[in-house]
């Protein structure tokens, strides 16, 4: 494992400082030996608010500033949902992504203990290719047949037992990002909803090992910290693969702009 084996990722939307808040000073408060184990914070700011804009300015700055980590900003002055996001925060950043990917929704944070969590998180990583809290779904619409398009279809493995996905919840994982290279993960198809449960699949077919680590995480929360229960925001869409694909991947063609945010240097860079 290289000396620096997370690239943490972080998707903020909308008018939502309190969000920002709690997600970046938990994380905050878990930088003192947390910063010895990431390689560089990768931040979208998805038609955020001033207000959301200010909360996220500030941690990055303090972030370069007190533990000389960078930060890569991706600016989307219009939703451009989450997967297409996610592609250009992985695949389109000036520099590769560290060996694991540590995605955040808004909406997900760290909770409890402040220390030896991260100690705990690649522990747990020793024997996996995927970390997050594990759920199960059954199979909707046709989406059995879009996973059997799909390169990474072993066709040898059939469909799940008792026609159930199981899977991470997307809202706060850790996977390998060599294998999101591999495999050109997240699909160019997916737009905003879907792409947990066919990670899952993904998974399942190509004989990867997904494990359960939600230890100290609170994952798309409402206000008293309940799981899943934060409100649905943005886009609301049938995931995908529940009717067949219209082909149309125009939710690949967005406007933003990348930075990449030292403490000394700042670079830009528009797409």
Not at 236 to 245: I, T
Request: charged share 25%.
């Amino acid at each position: 494992m290289s000396a620096k084996p997370i690239s943490l990722c972080a998707l903020f939307y909308g008018d939502h400082p309190k969000l920002a808040h709690r997600c970046l000073s938990s994380i905050w408060e878990r930088l003192g030996d947390g910063h010895e184990v990431l390689q560089d914070f990768r931040l979208a700011l998805n038609e955020v608010s001033p207000a959301t804009r200010e909360i996220i300015d500030w941690f990055v700055a303090a972030a370069a500033e007190h533990y000389g980590l960078t930060t890569i900003l991706f600016d989307m002055p219009v939703n451009a949902c989450k997967y297409p996001v996610m592609r250009r925060m992985l695949f389109d950043a000036p520099s590769p992504p560290a060996e694991w990917v540590l995605w955040f929704d808004d909406d997900s944070y760290l909770d409890g203990e402040t220390t030896g969590w991260w100690r705990q998180l690649l522990a747990a990583s020793q024997d996996a290719d995927m970390l997050g809290q594990v759920w199960f779904q059954r199979i909707q619409g046709q989406q059995w047949d879009w996973i059997s398009r799909q390169k990474w279809f072993n066709p040898k493995v059939g469909p799940p037992p008792r026609r159930k996905f199981s899977f991470c919840t997307g809202g706060w994982w850790m996977l390998r990002s060599a294998l999101m290279r591999k495999h050109d993960w997240p699909s160019i198809e997916l737009r905003h909803r879907g792409g947990d449960s066919l990670l899952g699949e993904l998974c399942r077919h190509q004989g990867l090992r997904i494990k359960k680590f939600d230890t100290g995480v609170r994952i798309n929360a409402d206000d008293r910290g309940r799981h899943s229960k934060s409100p649905r925001r943005g886009v609301d869409e049938r995931v995908l693969g529940m009717k067949p694909s219209s082909g149309d991947l125009s939710h690949q063609q967005f406007e933003y702009s990348c930075r990449v945010y030292s403490g000394e240097t700042k670079l830009t860079r528009e797409n």
